[in-house]
Nanobody, 119 residues
Framework: QVQLVDSGGGLVQAGGSLRLSCAAS????????MGWYRQAPGKQREFVAT???????NYLSSVKGRFTISRDNAKNMVYLQMNSLQPEDTAVYYC?????????????WGQGTQVTVSS
């Protein structure tokens, strides 16, 4: 069993910053990819950023230059530094990991952390 625990959300004014963290624990061979998704009220969950084992990153176009994803492989953690936050960034943010368990890979999700940006 693999568990993801994400944290770091909160209430911030527009232009402010937050740093999200996600820790993976449990029994697995490796973590191929970690990332962040978000879901605003009444909207579908959307991709925000991912980082693969080699360190290559991908970002949603609207967060490029403002958000930075990073990963600590030794600690099985992923972070999302969010700067210049805007009200449209308000959402529940979910950590996601693609984990190899034995011969198979599985997707796991954190419980979500609320980010609210006031104007």
């Amino acid at each position: 069993q693999v568990q993801l625990v994400d944290s770091g959300g909160g209430l911030v004014q527009a232009g402010g910053s937050l740093r999200l963290s996600c820790a993976a624990s449990g029994s697995f061979s490796s973590i191929d990819q970690m990332g962040w998704y978000r879901q605003a009220p009444g909207k579908q969950r959307e991709f925000v950023a991912t980082v693969i084992g080699s360190g290559n990153t991908n970002y949603l176009s609207s967060v490029k230059g403002r958000f930075t994803i990073s990963r600590d492989n030794a600690k099985n953690m992923v972070y999302l530094q969010m700067n210049s936050l805007q009200p449209e960034d308000t959402a529940v943010y979910y950590c996601e990991a693609v984990v190899k368990v034995g011969r198979y890979t599985h997707n796991y999700w954190g419980q979500g952390t609320q980010v609210t940006v006031s104007s």
